[in-house]
């Protein structure tokens, strides 16, 4: 069974419910994977999506803020959810089809601006997160798992546009890319997209800030797939969708492809 799944940071499903739309009728992923949904599941547009041929879903909500969701054509079951650092955020969610994949789908907290627990809470609580998904995966290994998500952290020299400037700045500090290793390593996770576009730039975040974000190419790659080793090697044709970033009021994240033959 071959199946193409996506993630995609859509900064609130119900404002971007046409770009969703988009997406699913154009791409058409079996598996489309949501965050910062800012919405409770029961306000968001769901029914919309189920006339597109997605009708099986499984997520998190709440009102205004972070929300994970699943949306998949094909059967899939709820798999249950972990408040990591007890945040009672709606910030993971986790899926599992037919032929027994777990998707776990991940909004990481970003962390603030100042790189610095001491003087930032929310750069603590973004490590504290961190740190109890290593600790979980470590306790209880995953197998036959696939992990999607804005994970906010951007991990390689070439993931950033800049690894000189950037090292100072919140998501390419080189304490959060230690913890993003830690928690690869914990549960024995690979990189899928690197393994598929192992070299050269690739961002999947361009800031609002920039009018120009496409000339100025000042990106990050934030958003993640990830495998676990026992089916890393069936995974191929990773792509990131640059071109939904200028989509009309768009997110600041593009969505990541892989393709599983399983």
Request: with cysteine; aromatic share 10%; proline share 5%.
């Amino acid at each position: 069974m071959a199946f193409t799944l996506a993630t995609w940071n859509i900064n609130s499903v119900r404002l971007r419910e046409a770009l969703v739309s988009r997406l699913l009728s154009e791409e058409a992923p079996d598996v489309l994977c949501l965050q910062e949904c800012k919405s409770p599941v029961d306000k968001m547009p769901l029914a919309r999506f189920a006339e597109l041929g997605y009708g099986h879903v499984v997520a998190r909500g709440q009102k205004g803020y972070n929300g994970v969701a699943i949306l998949s054509k094909l059967p899939i079951e709820d798999a249950g959810d972990k408040d990591f650092a007890s945040l009672g955020h709606a910030r993971h969610v986790a899926g599992r089809l037919e032929n027994g994949v777990t998707i776990h789908n991940f909004y990481v907290p970003a962390g603030g601006d100042i790189p610095d627990r001491d003087k930032n809470e929310k750069f603590g609580q973004k490590l504290d997160y961190l740190t109890e998904m290593r600790d979980w995966f470590r306790d209880s290994r995953p197998e036959k798992s696939i992990l999607v998500g804005d994970l906010n952290i951007a991990p390689r020299e070439d993931d950033v546009w800049s690894h000189k400037k950037l090292l100072k700045i919140v998501s390419h500090t080189p304490v959060e890319v230690e913890h993003f290793h830690d928690v690869m390593e914990a549960g024995g996770w690979g990189d899928v997209t690197r393994a598929d576009i192992p070299d050269g730039l690739l961002y999947s975040w361009w800031s609002y800030r920039a009018r120009d974000w496409s000339e100025a190419d000042k990106g990050r790659r934030l958003d993640h797939v990830w495998a676990t080793g026992d089916i890393a090697a069936s995974a191929h044709s990773s792509r990131i969708l640059r071109d939904a970033r200028g989509w009309e009021q768009p997110s600041d994240h593009a969505p990541v492809f892989a393709t599983f033959d399983l």
